[in-house]
């Protein structure tokens, strides 16, 4: 599952301080700075690695790191995409540089798309060179990200049929080779990948002679319970959603079931399987989903088993989504019971309980009903003792909004000076103006708050969320002081990189030259480097490809290759496949290298205008976390 990317990370610890974690940033303290199973720290010879190919696994030296779940700079990460907003391929967005940018373009006119890739370039040329590659090499990095490459492009080529590819790397000696085909059949997102994958997470016959195994094995069972969510999330037909929740539900119910990141991966995909799109349309499923999973939820399974119950919320949020139904009053009604009880319940539990209630809720200057739900969540942040929830229930009121919550999130932010409380108050306030925005109102009190307090900031931790949080808000007035910031704290990695995040969520095009500089100046600060480079892509710059690419020849790092390989791949300009369809070709370069520019190759060529994962992380419980599902490295949020 593209675990290459963990060691771009492992390779950001050692020269920025930055964790291991898989795909993508997740915050201090997140994962370990290690290698993954199999992957060496020289290039590897191209055989088989890790689980039935080869010795332990080494490390770089680094000293295991406990996940920070606790900081805001985590449930920013898990949650930014959809905030940050799709990649803008568009082609008419004016280059830095250009009269246009400086005159405004002159007069509407219809224009060729010349960013985004056609379906020549994607069936004629990139699937091909995808599958070339994952015939010429074993290496495990590189298999990996030939198969999620394809899967999130999702189309055959020529002589190229996904599925055949994807079950023949079922076969290989490798776990995490075949868990990558795994979760590719789900996220290329076709009906032919459901007898495949509801073989092996049956663990049948067929199952097992597809794997060539005695037992298909409960982890790769889990992948493909996350890839059949994925799969019937995509799916219009509802005979398959309805196939895949009876394929999943019975592992809930079955006492011999007791594998947690089975079970887990079940309530998750349960969670997907109806599809935020099609909800209309598939009500019927997802209400009896809704209560199987409400029924199971309160089932009293000891302690133990509360850490898999706790996905059950979410899962509900997601199905149901915010609203006032007699189903919805029924599920918030439990939720805030939860928060308000006497008996302490597990951590987990009360973390799950606030995240739903904020996918749940409406204002309750929408709906008086829904005032006790709002008053839950202040009152368990006031008197809680789970420093995680405490922070999801502030950002549930976030999420609800309302005059309401506003005024009380004003008032707490006004009095808690706690370095610790204050950037989750910031950012619950910047969804409260988040929202606003969205309706077509800038929130002045908000953004002239948070703005004020940027610039007074004495912490380094604060003033990074300070400014994430004036982000959100949309204030044109606000650009001036991220500027101001970005010029005086540029030497600092981490907070400039957040500064860059500002500007790109206030929209500002203005902003274009000078984040080029700043990205030319971070060749040796990867961190920043990706972060100027992706605000430069959402703010719909056509040089930022174009810059990357001149800076991939000169990249002397495996951790500023993988920063630039990967920013291009999110950035997704068609002008970066000739030189990327090089580099696969290029014997010359290390198999990590080539594994990143296959990774690459798959952004460019992405369905989805957010990563595939986005429905998962977003308002996930990741403190909740099994292996499979998160862990830093190898879980299904940790992957691009």
Sequence with gaps: MVRLFLVMFAALCLLVGLPAHGGQYRGPGWGTPTLPPGVNPVPSTGGPTGPGGGGP?????????????????????????????????????????????????????????????????????????????????????????????????GRDGVDVQLEKVFQQRLLRDDQEVRESAVLALGIAG??????????????????????????????????????????????????????????????LTDPETDDRDLRTAAVSALGLSCGEDNAAAHKRLAWQTVEELLRWYQLDLGRGDELVQA???????????????????????????????SARRSNSILQSAAVALGMLSVPAETEAADEPFSLALQSFYERGHDRQARSFAVIALGRIGGA???????????????????PWLALALGLVAHATRQDGEIDATIAQLLREDLDAASSEDVRSALAVSLGLTGDPGAVPTVLAQLRERESDERQAGYLCVALALLGEQAAVPTLSAVLQRSVRRPFLLQQSAVALGRLGDKDATVLLLSLLGSGDSVAVLSAIATAIGQIGDRRSIDRLLELSRDAELTKLARAFVAASLGGVGDKDDLPWNVPLSRDSNYAAAVDTLTNGATGVLDIL
């Design 404 to 422: 309401g919550n506003r005024a009380w999130l004003l008032s707490t932010y006004a009095r808690d000076k706690n370095a610790t409380e204050r």
């Design 311 to 341: 996905h059950a919320p979410i899962a509900i949020g997601r199905l149901l989504g915010r609203g006032t139904t007699v189903l919805h009053q029924r599920c918030k009604d439990h939720l805030a019971e939860v928060l308000a009880a």
């Design 57 to 153: 696994s080494p490390t770089t030296g680094g000293r295991a790191l406990t996940p920070d779940t606790v900081s805001w700079q985590t449930w920013w990460e898990f949650n930014k995409e959809p905030l940050l907003g799709p990649r803008r391929r568009a082609a008419d967005y004016a280059v830095s540089g250009s009269d246009d940018f400086y005159l405004g373009q002159r007069r509407p006119e219809a224009r060729v798309d010349l960013l985004r890739p056609t379906e020549a370039d994607l069936t004629e040329r990139i699937v091909p060179a995808l599958a070339a590659l994952l015939e010429a090499e074993r290496n495990r990095d590189i298999q990996s990200a030939c198969l999620i490459a394809l899967g999130k492009i």
């Design 190 to 251: 076709r009906a032919e990948a459901l007898p495949i994958l509801a073989a092996l997470v049956g663990d049948t016959a067929d199952g097992r002679r597809l794997v060539d195994r005695a037992e298909v094995g409960d982890r790769t069972r889990a992948f493909a319970a996350y890839s059949l969510g994925e799969l019937a999330r995509r799916s219009t037909d509802s005979a398959l959603k309805r196939q895949v929740h009876d394929l999943l539900l019975p592992l």
